[in-house]
């Protein structure tokens, strides 16, 4: 399967999910979010990005923006406004 597929028999929970989930409402609008893609089997770093369901859950929560961890080193973000998240599947 690929990215944003199977979601109706996958049994894990998103990090974006999870996160949203232990928070009030009133915790999220305005927050900043962010996510980060790690490797478990040899810690590398890849580009971060919400699957289209996980970005509709960060824009309906009121996200203000959202980092993208983009590489190694604390300086390897890119933000992006939430509402410009793609949330529609191709």
């Given at each position: 399967?690929?990215?944003?597929?199977?979601?109706?028999?996958?049994?894990?929970?998103?990090?974006e999910?999870?996160?949203?989930?232990?928070?009030?409402?009133?915790?999220?609008?305005?927050?900043?979010?962010?996510?980060?893609?790690?490797?478990?089997?040899?810690?590398?770093?890849?580009?971060?990005?919400?699957?289209?369901?996980?970005?509709?859950?960060?824009?309906?929560?009121?996200?203000?923006?959202?980092?993208?961890?983009?590489?190694?080193?604390?300086?390897?973000?890119?933000?992006?406004?939430?509402?410009?998240?793609?949330?529609?599947q191709?």
């Amino acid at each position: 399967m690929h990215q944003g597929e199977g979601y109706g028999i996958c049994r894990a929970v998103h990090a974006e999910m999870n996160a949203l989930l232990n928070c009030s409402r009133q915790q999220t609008m305005g927050a900043d979010l962010y996510l980060a893609g790690i490797n478990p089997s040899d810690n590398s770093v890849h580009k971060a990005k919400p699957c289209p369901v996980c970005a509709r859950q960060i824009i309906q929560a009121g996200i203000r923006n959202v980092y993208l961890r983009v590489g190694d080193g604390a300086e390897n973000y890119i933000v992006i406004p939430a509402n410009e998240l793609k949330w529609l599947q191709d």
